[in-house]
Nanobody, 124 residues
Framework: QVQLVESGGGLVQAGDSLTLSCAAS????????MGWFRQAPGKEREFVAA????????YYADSVKGRFTISRNIAKDIMYLQMNRLNPEDTAVYLC?????????????????WGQGTQVTVSS
């Protein structure tokens, strides 16, 4: 199990950029696939992006592909989500997640460790 703490959320205007961070702690953090989900009011939690254990392979939801970039610093156990060209539909609580099982479990939100979330609000 790992502990996750997100930061970097805030209020921005449409077209702006924002970078979220997720600091992980615990044993063998580098052995976890890590990712981001988001949940808007009245909507289900949805997968946004994930990154492989070594950081070499990113995965994205179609809705953010080409606008968001996920990365991780293995040495510092920190994951990032660079979000560009934000629009009001991106408004949500963004949650960091970690999976010891792999990308399939991550996408299915199955058995994940979760952070508390950070609010991102995009005004039009």
């Amino acid at each position: 199990q790992v502990q996750l703490v997100e930061s970097g959320g805030g209020l921005v205007q449409a077209g702006d950029s924002l970078t979220l961070s997720c600091a992980a702690s615990g044993r063998f953090v580098s052995s976890y696939v890590m990712g981001w989900f988001r949940q808007a009011p009245g909507k289900e939690r949805e997968f946004v992006a994930a990154i492989s254990r070594g950081g070499g392979t990113p995965y994205y939801a179609d809705s953010v592909k080409g606008r968001f970039t996920i990365s991780r610093n293995i040495a510092k156990d920190i994951m990032y989500l660079q979000m560009n060209r934000l629009n009001p539909e991106d408004t949500a609580v963004y949650l960091c997640a970690a999976s010891a099982s792999g990308i399939s479990a991550m996408r299915a939100a199955n058995g994940l460790d979760w952070g508390q979330g950070t609010q991102v609000t995009v005004s039009s």
